[in-house]
């Protein structure tokens, strides 16, 4: 007979993953939702400035689902959502793994709009469910412009960004005070930061996009897609330019996904981080406290 | 010379910047998702030993500081050097007063030190902490006046000035911390011990 030894903390954290898995599907089954599945290697990872794969025998593995979630899109889904591991190379800290569980859903028709209200209901309804910080998550978010946060800290968004300070400035004196007391959407992003964002309609300087933020934590980032192919390629040429520019990998440019784009309805869609949601949930600042295997 | 990026800057690490060497004493990796990686460290410099707080970002190089440590034995004293033996090559190493700063007061005979060398020169020198000196000179003690931490100045045989509790008198052993220089507690003299 083998030997079995029990450890509360890892059947703790077991509990409890498996329990926000579950309301999760339960959240998106109730309002219609289609579970995909995409490929984990892919031959042509999204172009981002700041984003590396990992390399996987001849092949990436994905970084995030959203070309082939767009594909599906493209071919007439309307809901659908996914939940699996991304990987993402030499991110790894106190709030970061190489290897991560994301969550991204995407709403047709819709915009980043419809996308946060959703988001709002489904934060509420995996606080009810795990029965942790309830009153938290019920209070009404705070709505924030990207340049009224740094104006309130006493810094320009503009200024930042020309002297190279944007991450900088935005990681060490903006966001440790996001979502102190209720969750915080950041919006209105630089069109230069958009990357599969469309622009803001009516306002073609700023990106459709915005990120949640609960105790000083990014947990989810979000657009009002890009459906212009032509706009697309561009910013995935300048984007493949930036990265040969440093000397890093420049992945070969996705033409199924490129040639479905004309078919992409509009819509907004998002990618979550759900073990950032579980550090939320828990108010805790350390990935290690929500992962089954910490030490991976 | 030896690069590596920013992706490979950890606690402990030492590095060159500007052509002077410095320690990585913390460090913290921060990122958003869509934008670049920054690194805050806490830097200190290994020549003046000063610490500061440095952010870079990806795409950063750096040069690895030439750094060696050697064990060595205290030889010598001739006027203001300092002569040392490398255990390892049974090499000479001379130090000047100066370069030991403060130090030279707290050599004994063999003692076993530590030199960290920067591009074959030495920049930092670690003594044994404790350090064993006569009081060569110590005004006699007060009578009655017990009142806690009340101390007198004293000397060591190279002038070393401590501050000493008011019961020691001149030819009194004591022990002394060599990171501070500071008095420790008396200390039976080690003459003594031996003839016995």
Redesign the interface.
Known sequence: MTSRRSNPESLRVLQLRSRLLGALRAFFASREFLEAETPLRLATPALEDHIDAIPAAGRWLRTSPELHLKRLLAAGASRIYQIGPCFRLGERSERHREEFTMLEWYEAPGDSLTVMATTIDLIRACSQALGKRRDYFARDPEILPLADAFRRHGLDLDAAIAAGRFEEELCFRIEPHLGLSRPCFITDYPASMAALARRKPGFPHLAERWELYVDGLELANAYGELTDPVEQRARFLATAELRRAAGRVVYPLDEDFLASLANLPPCGGIAFGIDRLLMALLGTQEISDVLSFPEE | MATFGV?DLKKGLRLKIDGKPYLITEF???????????Y?CRVKDLITGNTFEK?W???DNFETADLESLTVNYSYENGDDFAFIDQNSSEEIVLTRKQLEDKWHFLTDDAECELLLFEGKVIDVTLPTWFYAELTTCEPGVRGDTANNVTKPAFTKTGWEIRVPLFLNQGDWVKIDTRTGEYVERVANPNDIKKK
């Not at chain 2, 913290?28 to 920054?38: D, H, R, S, T």
Request: net charge positive; aromatic share 6%.
């Open positions: 992706e913290e990796f921060k990122k958003p998702g869509k934008g670049q990686a920054v805050r952010v970002r990806s795409g």
